[in-house]
Structure formats: C-alpha cells, structure tokens
C-alpha cells in the first residue's frame, strides 16, 4: 500500500483525490491546503481525510508519495523539498518554469531514488494512443504536418500566461506522438487583459523531415475546443477531445507522382505532379477510459514495482525546455529560436 499525501485541492486537485481514492492499492492519508472554504469542502465530504495548511506535515514518515496540484510557479519549490524528503513525486504540468530548475529536479530524483512523474495526463489518453499508432502504422503516409487549438472562455490565470498554461498539453502530445524534439520554435503573444500576461498565443514549432506544427491557445474564445489535425500523404487525422467521435480518419490525401518516364528530363517543378484523391471518412471504436484514471494508476504501479514512468522527469524536461524557447521567441517578437539539443531522446514502452 502507497501513502499519498495531495498538496492543493482547488481547482485540479480534486479529480486527482477522486482518482486516487478509488485505487486499491494506494490511500490518502493527508491533504495540505490553503483555503478554508475548501479545507470546510473537503471536512464535510471526507470526514476521515486529515486536512491541514501546512504542507511541511505531508513530507513525514507516515508518507510515500506526494501529490503537487498547486500554481505552476510553486511546482519547483514544493517537489524540491518532497524529494529531498524522499518522496515519490507527482507534480503537475509544467514540471518547472525554467530548464535549469527542472534538470535539479531530475537529479533530486535520481539522487534519491524516488520516481518524479508529471501530469502530462492526455499521454494517457486512449485516443492520443491510438492516434500514435495509426502514425507509426505509416497509414497516413508522409506526415507533412500538423496542429492544434486549445482554446476556450476563461479561466483567465494571474501565475502564467497562456502559453505556460495550456501549451504544455499540446507540446506533450506532439512530442509523444513525433517522438522527436523540435529544432526550432517561433511564438506571438499579446496580452489583452493584464498586462504582461499574454492570453492568446500562436506557436510553431520546425522538426526534422521538414514536418512544421503550429500550436494556438487562448482563453479569450467563444468556444471550447480541444482539436488535433494531422496532415498526410495519405490520409488525415482529426482527434477531437470535445466531440462523440474522438477520433476521424479521412482517406484523402495529396501526394507527388515522378512523371519523367512520360514527360522526359524537366526542371524540379516540372517532373511532378500532384494528384489529388478522396475516400471514406472512419471514426473508430475506442474504449474510452478517464485519462486521469490511466495516469494515477501507472504513478502507484511504478512505485511499487519500480517501473519507468512515460511521463517521467524526462519527460517533463522536453516539454519545460519548447516552453522556455517559446518565451525566449515572444519577448523577441517572434523571432526563430533554436531549440538546443537535450540528451538522446527516450521514450517508454
């Protein structure tokens, strides 16, 4: 049985207490929170849960694992200290808000031998699974590129801008789903309702093989959308978090078909044409199980049987590292940044 301390049960917190609450193999036995009107929440719905304002009473002995759903800007300090305590770690995204704090963090871990994960949670989703593999099935052919919009109406955030808020989401799963890291980044930002806190961004990011991905957030749009588009020679993918039909496959493509043998020798240009084609449209069964769900079971599983974590530390590092080249590009507005090597890149099984 793992011991779960949760430090912040605001906004995020109480779908990962919901989650881990119903694991079998893990128990809460603490939550630190600042609130009082959620600390009386959190008394009346779960009497038998201690509840305190200091989170320093989570990092004692009686506690395996710590739990971080707090501001994005307290991420560092709080999984720093849990470590040191040697703790297991959950924080969630971004892992940090700088590079440097978050390779401290990996070495923290590694120092100490506990598993430091990040809620990357839609890398556990069962739609972007199979959106990676129908890629690495090569069925939509050459990946020309991609993107994506997280958009919606508020919450409109005083910690961190749109970027740092809603990016991390999309910059995870594309580099899940690419498993390469991009070499360069431009972002624009403007920041209409508090001043130097961008609420719309615009991001793209420049891969090797030519592939581009362009990333818009905001929280300053009419509409909720949650939407993924891929590009192929092939065929074309559209994932739709916020649809019944999570996932839609159109057999249509356009590719370059080499002509010489009839034309003879002609410039570039010249020896190609494109030819266009159009078929069905496939919405695929998926069996759809809660992200979260999927995350919070795998963080108690590679504890106890010391497995490596797919949102692990790492992991975490990549998406801080696009996030911080992306912030270097909008303060020079919007110029390309290169995105420096890290360490070869590693992906779970």
Not at 60 to 79: E, F, K
Request: some cysteine; proline content about 4%; glycine content about 6%.
């Amino acid at each position: 049985m793992v011991n779960v301390g949760l430090i912040g049960c605001g906004y995020w917190g109480p779908n990962l207490l919901r989650n881990f609450l119903e694991l079998s193999n893990c128990q809460i036995k603490a939550i630190a929170e600042l609130d009082d009107s959620r600390i009386d929440y959190l008394n009346q719905k779960f009497p038998s849960l201690p509840t305190t304002k200091d989170y320093r009473d989570l990092m004692n002995g009686s506690i395996d694992a710590v739990v971080i759903a707090t501001q994005p800007r307290t991420h560092y300090s709080l999984a720093k200290e849990a470590l040191q305590n040697k703790k297991h770690v959950l924080v969630e995204k971004p892992l940090a808000m700088s590079v440097a704090q978050a390779r401290e963090l990996i070495e923290l871990a590694n120092k100490h031998q506990r598993k430091l994960m990040v809620g990357h949670t839609f890398e556990y989703s069962e739609p972007v699974r199979l959106l990676k593999k129908y890629m690495h099935s090569e069925e939509i052919g050459r990946l020309y590129y991609l993107y994506s919009q997280r958009v919606n109406f508020g919450i409109v955030r005083q910690d961190v801008n749109a970027l740092w808020n809603l990016a991390p989401h999309d910059i995870s799963i594309i580099l899940y789903l690419l498993e390469k890291m991009p070499v360069m980044v431009s972002a624009k930002g403007v920041d209409f309702l508090q001043k130097g806190i961008e609420d719309i961004v615009f991001m793209v990011l420049h891969f090797p093989d030519d592939v581009i991905a362009h990333v818009h957030v905001s929280w300053l749009d009419p509409n909720k959308v949650r939407r993924m588009t891929l590009v192929g020679s092939e065929k074309m993918i559209v994932y739709d978090d916020v649809s019944d039909a999570k996932i839609k496959i159109y057999d249509k493509g356009i590719k370059k078909q080499n002509i010489t043998e009839s034309l003879g020798r002609y410039d570039d240009f010249g020896q190609y044409q494109s030819i266009k084609f159009a078929g069905d449209v496939i919405l695929p069964k998926i069996d759809l199980v809660e992200p979260l769900k999927n995350e919070c079971a795998h963080f108690i599983e590679c504890i106890q049987q010391d497995k490596d974590l797919l949102t692990g530390g790492d992991n975490g590092l990549r998406v801080v590292h696009v996030l911080e080249a992306a912030s270097r590009s909008m303060r020079q507005d919007g110029k390309n940044v290169a995105i420096e090597p890290l360490e070869t890149f590693v992906t779970a099984e």
